[in-house]
C-alpha cells in the first residue's frame, strides 16, 4: 500500500539550537520541513533563560555552529563565556542570515504526535487546534527545557510577584529595594544571586543543598585569541568532536583548571597544602582519583570547602554554603561570578533549609520552622524535569497507540538517544541515552542533526519511508549507557541530581545521558549508519 500523503516531510518541534540548524540542514538536503516553536521568539534555552546574570559555561568560540564557514568567521563574541542576550541575538542572527523564519511557526505548542501504522504518517496537533501531517517528527525540544514547579504548600498564595529564572520576563523586573527570596542554588541560583544582590533591598536565598561551584573566570574575549580561533576553525571542529566533552579547549578559556594528573588518596598534607594556594577553588578538582574512589573524593571536598571557609567570613554561614553528604562529581559543576562573597554582605542572608525548612508560603512571604520572611518578589530557580521531560509532557502516540509517557515509566528507552522501538519515523535531538548535557550541546546538536539527515537521504536513496528502533537494540543501548556510569560518582548511592532524575518526585532513578564522551558515542553512532543502520529496521 502507497504510504499517505503529508503536509510536510519533517515536523521539528522546537526552534532552539537543533531546531534552526534542522531546518537548515533538511532544506539543504532538499526535504521540507518546518518548525513549530512554542515562544514567540527563536533561541530555546537562550530565549527563555534571561534571567540577569544568565550565561553559558562553554567558550563561546566553542558554544557556536560551526556549520557554515562564513557565519563562524563574520560573527565577533565579546566575551570568553557567553551571555544570555548575546547568545540570544546570534540564534537571531542565524535564524535571519539562512532566512529560516519562512519555516518557522511561532507561539505553537505542540500538545500531542500521533503515528499512523497504516498510512506511515505523523499527525501533530498544537494547542490552537491545528493538525499538520508529516512522514517524520523530530524532537529538538531540549534537555533542561520543561520547568519544575515545586510543590510547596502555599505556592499560589503569594500575593508579591512570582518569577521563574526559566521564564524571566523579557522587559525584566523592577527588583530595586524589594525584599526578595530565591529558592534553589544550582546553576541558575548561582548566577542570578550575585547579579541581584547589589540591586534588590534585601536578598534571602533559600537554600536546600550546598553547591559545588567554580569561579568562571569570564572577561573579555581577546580580539588576537578569537583572530586565531578562526584562522584554525576547521581544525577546532574536528578537535571539538574528538574529545569526550565537545571542547577543543584551545579558546583562551581555562576551563576549571583541571590537571587530574595526580591521586589524592596518597598526596601529603603539605603537598594538598600547596595545591590549595595555587589552585584555590580548583585544587579539588586537580585529582585522577575522585570519580570511582569516594574516599578520594571526600578529601578533595575537604579542599573545597577550605576554599569556603576562607572565602566566607562568617563561620556558621561557611559551613551552611560547605557542600556536605554527596561526593564532588555527582552534580553538573556550576560556574559563577563572585558567588559566595556576596553572602558577605549585610543585605544577603542564607536560609540553610536543611535545618530550617520551609512550612509554606503565604501572601505576603516564606514561613520556615523558625518563623515568617516577609517578601515582596519569590524567585524559583528549581530546575527542570531534564531530558524527558520535555518529551513526556506532549501525548506521543506510536505503533498501536503506545504511548511515550507510559513507555518510559520506568526510565526512558532509546536507540542512541535518538530513536525509540515503537515510535517509527521519531527522532530525538541530545535524546536520554546521548552525551547531551555532559558535552557541548551545539556540537552534540550538529552531530544528531546530520545523523538524522544522513538517515533520511539514505531512506530515500532506497525508496524507503519508514525506520524505527528495534527493542533488542534499544535494550542493549540502555545497558551500555547504564553500564559506562555505573561506579561513578554521578550515580553513588549518596547523589541526588537532574542526571538520574532525583530532583523531579516519582521520576525513575535512572542516569540519563550517556557517559561514554562524546567522542566515543560519535564511534559508535557512526558505526550503526556504516553498517546500513544495524539496530533499526526499514520499511
Ligand atoms: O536547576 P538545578 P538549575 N525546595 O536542578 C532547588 C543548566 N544550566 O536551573 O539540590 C527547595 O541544578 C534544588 O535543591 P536540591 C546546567 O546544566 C546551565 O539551577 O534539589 N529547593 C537546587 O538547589 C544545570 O545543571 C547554566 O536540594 C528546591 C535548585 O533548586 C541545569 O541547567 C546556567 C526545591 C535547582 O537546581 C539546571 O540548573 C543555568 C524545593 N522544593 C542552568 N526544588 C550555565 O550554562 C528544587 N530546589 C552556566
Not at 206 to 211: D, L, S
Not at 368 to 389: E, K, N, Q, R
Not at 489 to 517: D, H, Q
Request: hydrophobic fraction near 40%; charged fraction near 20%.
Amino acid at each position: 500500500m502507497e504510504p499517505g500523503a503529508v503536509d510536510t516531510d519533517v515536523i521539528v518541534v522546537g526552534a532552539g539550537m537543533a531546531g534552526l540548524y534542522l531546518l537548515y540542514h533538511l532544506r539543504r538536503l532538499g526535504f521540507s520541513a518546518v518548525a513549530l516553536e512554542q515562544g514567540d521568539g527563536v533561541g530555546g534555552t537562550w530565549f527563555w533563560n534571561r534571567y540577569p546574570g544568565a550565561r553559558c559555561d562553554v567558550p563561546s568560540l566553542e558554544y557556536s555552529f560551526g556549520f557554515d564557514e562564513d557565519l563562524q568567521q563574520e560573527w565577533e563574541w565579546s566575551e570568553l563565556f557567553p551571555a544570555q542576550p548575546e547568545l540570544e541575538r546570534y540564534l537571531n542572527h542565524v535564524a535571519d542570515r539562512f532566512d529560516l523564519r519562512r519555516d518557522l511557526r511561532l507561539n505553537t505548542t505542540v500538545v500531542a504526535a500521533v503515528w499512523d501504522d497504516v498510512a506511515l504518517v505523523w499527525t501533530v496537533s498544537t494547542d490552537d487546534g491545528t493538525t499538520r501531517s508529516a512522514r517524520f517528527v523530530v524532537m529538538a525540544t531540549g534537555c533542561l527545557s520543561a520547568p519544575q514547579d515545586p510543590a510547596i504548600a502555599g505556592r499560589d498564595a503569594f500575593a508579591g510577584t512570582t518569577i521563574f529564572t526559566s521564564r524571566w520576563p523579557r522587559g525584566g523586573v523592577d527588583l530595586a529595594g524589594k525584599r526578595v527570596g530565591i529558592i534553589g542554588t544550582g546553576s541558575s541560583g548561582v548566577q542570578t544571586i550575585p547579579e541581584i544582590a547589589p540591586e534588590v533591598g534585601h536578598l534571602f536565598v533559600f537554600q536546600r543543598t550546598a553547591t559545588f561551584t567554580w569561579p568562571s573566570q569570564n572577561g573579555p574575549l581577546d580580539p588576537e585569541v578569537q583572530r586565531a580561533t578562526k584562522a584554525n576553525y576547521a581544525e577546532l571542529r574536528r578537535t571539538q568532536r574528538a574529545t569526550p566533552g565537545g571542547v577543543a579547549g584551545s579558546t583562551g578559556a581555562i576551563i576549571m583548571q583541571a590537571a587530574e594528573d595526580r591521586p589524592i588518596r596518597t598526596s601529603t598534607p603539605e603537598e594538598r597544602a600547596a595545591v590549595l594556594e595555587e589552585k584555590g577553588f580548583s585544587a579539588s578538582r586537580a585529582w585522577n582519583d575522585t570519580t570511582f574512589d569516594l574516599e578520594a573524593n571526600e578529601m578533595a571536598c575537604e579542599l573545597y570547602r577550605e576554599m569556603v571557609r576562607r572565602t566566607v567570613r562568617d563561620p556558621a554561614v561557611a559551613e551552611a554554603l560547605s557542600p556536605r553528604g554527596y561526593p564532588l562529581g555527582c552534580k553538573r559543576p556550576v560556574l559563577d561570578s563572585h558567588y559566595f562573597e556576596t553572602f558577605n554582605r549585610d543585605d544577603v542572608t542564607l536560609v540553610d533549609l536543611r535545618v530550617d525548612p520551609i512550612v509554606e508560603i503565604d501572601a505576603t512571604g516564606i514561613t520556615t520552622v523558625s518563623g515568617h520572611i516577609d517578601l515582596d518578589v519569590i524567585i524559583f530557580a528549581t530546575g527542570f524535569d531534564a531530558m524527558t521531560g520535555a518529551l513526556t509532557r506532549i501525548d506521543v502516540r506510536g505503533r498501536e497507540g503506545r504511548s511515550l509517557r507510559g513507555e518510559w515509566h520506568d526510565g526512558p528507552g532509546s536507540l542512541l538517544g535518538l530513536a525509540v522501538a515503537g515510535f517509527p519515523n521519531l527522532f530525538t535531538v541530545t535524546g536520554p541515552g546521548s552525551p547531551s548535557v555532559l558535552a557541548n550541546m551545539v556540537t552534540g546538536i550538529e552531530y544528531h542533526v546530520e545523523w538524522i539527515g544522513a538517515c533520511l537521504e539514505h531512506l530515500r536513496a532506497r525508496g524507503l519511508v519508514a525506520i524505527e528502533a528495534t527493542p533488542e537494540a534499544q535494550d542493549d543501548w540502555v545497558d551500555h549507557v547504564r553500564t559506562i556510569a555505573a561506579g561513578t560518582s554521578m550515580t553513588a548511592e549518596t547523589c541526588s541530581s537532574w542526571y538520574l532524575g532525583a530532583n523531579i518526585p516519582g521520576k525513575p532513578r535512572v542516569f540519563l545521558p550517556y557517559a561514554g564522551g562524546l567522542n566515543r558515542y560519535i564511534a559508535e553512532a557512526d558505526a550503526v549508519a556504516t553498517d546500513g543502520y544495524a539496530g533499526f529496521v526499514t520499511a
